[in-house]
């Protein structure tokens, strides 16, 4: 009877462990999941698709001329509001999915710049110093999302400020180039 009893016992916390096991590794894999969600986008004349996996590590608005200058070639109108919307993702993150060989490059204050052939939009660009190589801006006017533009994506800052061409009336803090971690000085304009 004690020997059943033990046995009993065993069988019920193995299963306890068990179960609380599977629980764990089923929210590990939801976790996961929402974590490395994958976004979608493509050019305007859909000759290039890529996937960036998660959300990005922030977003940002671009009033820099560099901006304004390559959205000037672009056939895309969402390029040609006067100010750039990039996405920063982990170079490791990012892969062109089809359409690599429809890229073209130019290279602008020491980053390379991948645009498509065809309908010249701004696909992303990576700093051209192999140290700064760990991540890219993306174009975020490319993202294809199913359910309007996600919380993650909301941008965080404007970039290059003093350059605009349209006023902005929000709360993001208004850089008059770049925050310091971006190499620039870190001012706000008033
Ligand atoms: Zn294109
Ligand atoms: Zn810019």
Not at 87 to 105: H, P, V
Not at 119 to 135: A, H, V, W
Not at 167 to 186: A, C, I, V, Y
């Amino acid at each position: 009877m004690i020997f059943n009893k033990s046995i009993l016992m065993a069988i019920l916390v193995f299963a306890l462990i068990t179960s609380s096991y599977w629980i764990f590794l089923k929210n590990d894999e939801i976790k996961k999941d929402g974590d490395m969600k994958i976004y979608k986008g493509q050019c305007f004349c859909a000759s290039i698709y890529f996937e960036a996996k998660g959300k990005p590590v922030f977003t940002q608005y671009c009033h820099c001329n560099k901006c304004r200058t390559v959205a000037s070639d672009s056939k895309n109108p969402a390029d040609k509001k006067g100010y750039g919307f990039t996405a920063a993702y982990l170079t490791k993150n990012f892969e062109i999915t089809n359409g690599n060989d429809r890229l073209i490059s130019i290279v602008s204050n020491n980053s390379r710049l991948y645009l498509c052939s065809q309908c010249k939009t701004l696909i992303y660009g990576i700093s051209e110093n192999p140290d700064k190589q760990g991540g890219i801006g993306i174009n975020a006017n490319n993202f294809q999302f199913a359910e309007g533009i996600p919380t993650s994506f909301a941008p965080v800052r404007h970039t290059w400020y003093q350059n605009r061409i349209i006023n902005f009336d929000d709360k993001l803090p208004k850089f008059k180039d770049t925050p310091k971690e971006q190499f620039g000085t870190g001012e706000l304009c008033e």
